[in-house]
């Protein structure tokens, strides 16, 4: 059974940066979908970054580029957002999710199957 937990979540001042961690285990093979999204109250979840582990490609949403980085360490089976310049706006829920049907493409899938329980953001001004 794939599992999802992160990590790293916490509160910062405008400007600061935070790194949120992400295990996943139960995954037998290198190739897989993972990603990062997040949730602000009262709104709809939303993709911020994803990375289809078998060759590294990434994929950013519009308000994060430049400023997020989506990375992956294979032999921990863990992974990375690292969040520079963070901005107000970018206090949500933090979710890592994970998908094994990479073969359909990591950035077209509407939903994740695996998801952790998330981690909570908040940048104030």
């Known amino acids: 059974q794939v599992q999802v937990m992160e990590s790293g979540g916490g509160s910062v001042q405008t400007g600061g940066s935070l790194r949120l961690s992400c295990a996943v285990s139960?995954?037998?093979?290198?190739?897989?979908?993972a990603g990062w999204f997040r949730q602000i109250s009262g709104k709809e979840r939303e993709a911020v970054a994803r990375?289809?582990?078998?060759?590294?490609?990434?994929s950013y949403a519009e308000p994060v580029k430049g400023r997020f980085t989506i990375s992956q360490d294979n032999a921990k089976k863990t992974l990375y957002l690292q969040m520079n310049n963070l901005e107000p706006e970018d206090t949500a829920m933090y979710f890592c999710?994970?998908?094994?049907?990479?073969?359909?493409?990591?950035?077209?899938?509407?939903?994740?199957?695996?998801w952790g329980q998330g981690t909570q953001v908040t940048v104030s001004s």
């Open positions: 990375i289809f582990t078998g060759r590294g490609s990434t």
């Open positions: 999710a994970a998908d094994m049907r990479w073969y359909v493409g990591c950035h077209s899938l509407r939903e994740y199957d695996y």
């Open positions: 139960g995954v037998t093979s290198a190739k897989y979908c």
